[in-house]
């Protein structure tokens, strides 16, 4: 994953599979990691529609 975001920064499908990320760590407690996925897909991609989840997301963990 870290790759793809390195060499592969505006690939389409990026934001979806770090929402993905963000959710499976979220989901195992890793709030930390979780968040940080969730804080780079609205800071990074904030046209995607996955930025809003990512808010969201943020929002509702607060």
Do not use: T, V
Not at 12 to 34: F, I, N, V
């Amino acid at each position: 994953m870290a790759s793809l975001f390195r060499n592969q920064p505006n690939h389409p499908k990026l934001p979806a599979a770090l929402l993905k990320l963000a959710r499976a760590y979220l989901k195992k407690g890793l709030l930390d990691k979780g968040k940080k996925f969730l804080q780079i897909i609205s800071e990074e991609y904030p046209e995607a529609h996955e930025s809003k989840i990512a808010k969201d997301l943020l929002d509702s963990s607060r």
